[in-house]
Protein backbone atom coordinates (compact mmCIF):
# COMPACT_ATOMS: atom_id res chain seq x y z
CA UNK A 1 0.00 0.00 0.00
CA UNK A 2 1.28 3.67 0.07
CA UNK A 3 1.15 4.08 3.39
CA UNK A 4 1.28 2.35 6.64
CA UNK A 5 -2.25 0.70 7.46
CA UNK A 6 -3.35 0.26 10.91
CA UNK A 7 -6.32 -1.62 11.72
CA UNK A 8 -9.14 -1.59 13.91
CA UNK A 9 -8.79 2.15 13.63
CA UNK A 10 -10.73 2.06 17.09
CA UNK A 11 -11.23 -0.56 19.43
CA UNK A 12 -13.46 -0.95 23.02
CA UNK A 13 -12.80 -4.04 24.75
CA UNK A 14 -13.84 -4.69 27.99
CA UNK A 15 -11.09 -5.38 31.26
CA UNK A 16 -9.78 -8.52 31.28
CA UNK A 17 -10.09 -9.75 27.45
CA UNK A 18 -7.68 -9.57 24.88
CA UNK A 19 -7.05 -7.43 21.83
CA UNK A 20 -4.69 -7.93 18.92
CA UNK A 21 -3.76 -4.96 16.79
CA UNK A 22 -2.49 -5.09 13.45
CA UNK A 23 0.02 -3.04 11.29
CA UNK A 24 0.62 -3.55 7.40
CA UNK A 25 3.95 -1.34 6.94
CA UNK A 26 5.29 0.50 3.74
CA UNK A 27 6.58 -2.09 1.59
CA UNK A 28 10.27 -3.06 1.26
CA UNK A 29 10.74 -1.41 4.82
CA UNK A 30 12.85 -3.28 7.08
CA UNK A 31 12.04 -1.34 10.34
CA UNK A 32 8.92 -1.16 12.29
CA UNK A 33 7.81 0.03 15.48
CA UNK A 34 5.04 0.48 17.44
CA UNK A 35 4.70 3.30 20.41
CA UNK A 36 2.03 3.83 22.87
CA UNK A 37 0.29 7.17 23.66
CA UNK A 38 -1.75 8.35 26.19
CA UNK A 39 -4.10 11.31 26.26
CA UNK A 40 -1.99 14.22 25.68
CA UNK A 41 1.73 12.79 26.02
CA UNK A 42 4.42 11.83 24.55
CA UNK A 43 5.13 8.64 22.20
CA UNK A 44 6.04 5.60 24.58
CA UNK A 45 8.22 3.21 22.99
CA UNK A 46 7.11 -0.31 22.86
CA UNK A 47 9.08 -2.49 20.51
CA UNK A 48 11.04 -2.42 17.61
CA UNK A 49 11.79 -4.68 14.67
CA UNK A 50 14.66 -4.77 12.13
CA UNK A 51 15.00 -7.54 9.24
CA UNK A 52 15.61 -10.72 11.11
CA UNK A 53 17.44 -9.22 14.29
CA UNK A 54 15.82 -10.34 17.45
CA UNK A 55 13.45 -7.29 18.12
CA UNK A 56 14.11 -4.94 20.87
CA UNK A 57 11.13 -5.30 23.60
CA UNK A 58 12.75 -3.10 26.32
CA UNK A 59 10.00 -0.76 26.06
CA UNK A 60 7.06 -3.68 26.39
CA UNK A 61 5.13 -2.66 29.83
CA UNK A 62 4.55 -5.86 31.48
CA UNK A 63 3.97 -9.66 30.00
CA UNK A 64 1.23 -8.73 28.89
CA UNK A 65 2.07 -7.12 26.02
CA UNK A 66 3.69 -9.36 23.05
CA UNK A 67 4.19 -8.45 19.09
CA UNK A 68 5.75 -10.40 16.25
CA UNK A 69 6.18 -9.45 12.23
CA UNK A 70 5.56 -12.03 10.30
CA UNK A 71 7.21 -12.52 7.19
CA UNK A 72 9.35 -9.30 7.46
CA UNK A 73 6.21 -7.13 6.95
CA UNK A 74 2.33 -7.64 8.91
CA UNK A 75 2.77 -7.13 12.50
CA UNK A 76 0.63 -7.53 15.51
CA UNK A 77 0.50 -6.35 18.87
CA UNK A 78 -1.04 -8.40 21.47
CA UNK A 79 -2.34 -7.20 24.79
CA UNK A 80 -3.70 -10.04 27.20
CA UNK A 81 -6.17 -9.49 29.79
CA UNK A 82 -6.05 -5.70 29.39
CA UNK A 83 -6.65 -3.39 31.94
CA UNK A 84 -7.96 0.12 32.45
CA UNK A 85 -4.55 1.20 32.08
CA UNK A 86 -3.79 0.19 28.66
CA UNK A 87 -6.57 2.64 27.35
CA UNK A 88 -4.16 4.60 24.69
CA UNK A 89 -3.66 5.37 20.89
CA UNK A 90 -0.98 2.80 19.94
CA UNK A 91 0.88 4.04 17.00
CA UNK A 92 2.86 1.79 14.67
CA UNK A 93 5.50 3.10 12.15
CA UNK A 94 7.96 2.21 9.84
CA UNK A 95 11.09 2.79 7.63
CA UNK A 96 12.98 1.66 4.62
CA UNK A 97 16.15 1.39 7.17
CA UNK A 98 17.31 1.54 11.35
CA UNK A 99 16.32 4.46 13.49
CA UNK A 100 18.24 7.29 11.47
CA UNK A 101 15.89 7.50 8.83
CA UNK A 102 12.32 8.96 8.42
CA UNK A 103 9.54 6.78 9.83
CA UNK A 104 6.10 6.83 8.30
CA UNK A 105 3.30 6.67 10.77
CA UNK A 106 -0.21 4.66 10.61
CA UNK A 107 -3.39 6.76 11.86
CA UNK A 108 -2.94 4.65 14.92
CA UNK A 109 -5.60 2.35 16.89
CA UNK A 110 -7.29 4.10 19.68
CA UNK A 111 -7.95 1.44 22.48
CA UNK A 112 -10.55 1.82 25.00
CA UNK A 113 -10.55 -0.56 27.98
CA UNK A 114 -14.37 -0.37 29.81
CA UNK B 1 11.85 5.30 28.22
CA UNK B 2 12.27 8.45 26.87
CA UNK B 3 14.95 10.40 25.57
CA UNK B 4 13.84 13.65 25.00
CA UNK B 5 12.55 16.39 26.70
CA UNK B 6 10.86 19.45 24.56
CA UNK B 7 10.58 22.57 26.23
CA UNK B 8 8.34 24.83 26.57
CA UNK B 9 5.22 22.12 26.72
CA UNK B 10 2.71 24.21 25.32
CA UNK B 11 3.24 27.60 23.61
CA UNK B 12 0.40 29.96 21.97
CA UNK B 13 1.62 33.13 19.66
CA UNK B 14 -0.31 34.83 16.89
CA UNK B 15 -0.19 34.28 13.35
CA UNK B 16 2.38 35.57 11.51
CA UNK B 17 4.91 35.81 14.95
CA UNK B 18 7.73 32.91 15.01
CA UNK B 19 7.93 29.76 16.99
CA UNK B 20 10.75 28.34 18.82
CA UNK B 21 10.69 24.88 19.99
CA UNK B 22 13.69 23.57 21.91
CA UNK B 23 14.79 19.74 22.55
CA UNK B 24 17.12 18.04 24.95
CA UNK B 25 18.17 14.60 24.76
CA UNK B 26 20.56 12.23 26.32
CA UNK B 27 22.97 10.19 24.76
CA UNK B 28 24.96 10.88 21.98
CA UNK B 29 22.69 10.12 18.73
CA UNK B 30 23.52 10.16 14.89
CA UNK B 31 21.16 12.44 14.16
CA UNK B 32 17.82 14.07 15.51
CA UNK B 33 14.53 14.30 13.49
CA UNK B 34 11.54 16.65 14.28
CA UNK B 35 7.70 15.44 13.70
CA UNK B 36 4.24 17.23 13.59
CA UNK B 37 1.01 15.53 15.04
CA UNK B 38 -2.35 16.97 14.56
CA UNK B 39 -5.71 15.50 16.28
CA UNK B 40 -3.47 12.89 18.56
CA UNK B 41 -3.03 10.54 15.41
CA UNK B 42 -0.46 9.97 13.24
CA UNK B 43 2.85 11.99 13.16
CA UNK B 44 4.20 13.33 10.18
CA UNK B 45 8.31 14.02 9.66
CA UNK B 46 9.23 17.46 9.09
CA UNK B 47 13.26 17.47 9.05
CA UNK B 48 16.11 15.11 10.02
CA UNK B 49 19.65 17.22 10.60
CA UNK B 50 23.20 14.74 11.82
CA UNK B 51 25.35 14.77 14.51
CA UNK B 52 27.67 16.67 11.79
CA UNK B 53 25.19 19.18 10.90
CA UNK B 54 24.54 22.38 12.66
CA UNK B 55 21.84 24.06 11.08
CA UNK B 56 19.38 22.94 8.46
CA UNK B 57 16.55 24.52 6.84
CA UNK B 58 13.25 23.20 4.91
CA UNK B 59 11.17 25.80 3.75
CA UNK B 60 9.52 28.13 6.87
CA UNK B 61 11.33 25.31 9.70
CA UNK B 62 14.68 25.94 10.91
CA UNK B 63 16.73 23.45 13.02
CA UNK B 64 19.70 23.57 14.67
CA UNK B 65 21.53 20.94 16.71
CA UNK B 66 24.20 21.61 19.45
CA UNK B 67 25.49 18.19 20.40
CA UNK B 68 28.07 19.39 22.67
CA UNK B 69 24.72 20.63 24.72
CA UNK B 70 22.53 17.84 23.46
CA UNK B 71 19.91 20.15 22.06
CA UNK B 72 18.48 20.79 19.38
CA UNK B 73 15.88 24.02 17.83
CA UNK B 74 12.67 24.05 15.85
CA UNK B 75 12.07 27.88 14.44
CA UNK B 76 9.17 28.18 12.69
CA UNK B 77 8.57 31.43 10.70
CA UNK B 78 5.79 33.51 9.51
CA UNK B 79 3.29 30.84 11.73
CA UNK B 80 0.39 30.15 9.95
CA UNK B 81 -3.57 28.99 12.00
CA UNK B 82 -2.54 25.65 9.99
CA UNK B 83 0.84 25.33 11.91
CA UNK B 84 -1.39 24.31 14.89
CA UNK B 85 -0.37 20.80 16.59
CA UNK B 86 2.22 19.12 18.79
CA UNK B 87 5.83 18.94 17.73
CA UNK B 88 8.26 16.38 19.09
CA UNK B 89 11.61 15.66 18.57
CA UNK B 90 13.30 12.13 17.99
CA UNK B 91 16.60 10.55 18.13
CA UNK B 92 18.28 7.32 17.19
CA UNK B 93 19.15 6.19 21.14
CA UNK B 94 22.62 6.08 21.76
CA UNK B 95 23.16 4.49 18.24
CA UNK B 96 20.56 1.74 19.09
CA UNK B 97 18.77 1.96 16.42
CA UNK B 98 15.50 2.87 17.89
CA UNK B 99 13.73 5.79 17.34
CA UNK B 100 12.92 7.38 20.30
CA UNK B 101 10.72 10.20 21.36
CA UNK B 102 10.67 13.40 23.51
CA UNK B 103 7.08 14.48 25.19
CA UNK B 104 6.18 17.00 22.62
CA UNK B 105 5.50 20.91 22.65
CA UNK B 106 1.95 21.90 21.90
CA UNK B 107 2.10 24.95 19.37
CA UNK B 108 -1.26 27.11 19.06
CA UNK B 109 -1.37 30.06 16.79
CA UNK B 110 -4.11 32.26 17.39
CA UNK B 111 -5.52 33.99 14.20
Known amino acids: GAGVSQSPSNKVTEKGKDVELRCDPI?????LYWYRQSLGQGLEFLIY????????KSGLPSDRFSAERTGGSVSTLTIQRTQQEDSAVYLC????????????FGQGTRLTVV | SQQGEEDPQALSIQEGENATMNCSYK?????LQWYRQNSGRGLVHLIL?????REKHSGRLRVTLDTSKKSSSLLITASRAADTASYFC???????????FGQGTRLTINP
Open chain 1, 93 to 104: ASSAAPGGTEAF
Open chain 1, 27 to 31: SGHTA
Open chain 1, 49 to 56: FQGNSAPD
Open chain 2, 27 to 31: TSINN
Open chain 2, 49 to 53: IRSNE
Open chain 2, 90 to 100: ATDWGGAQKLV
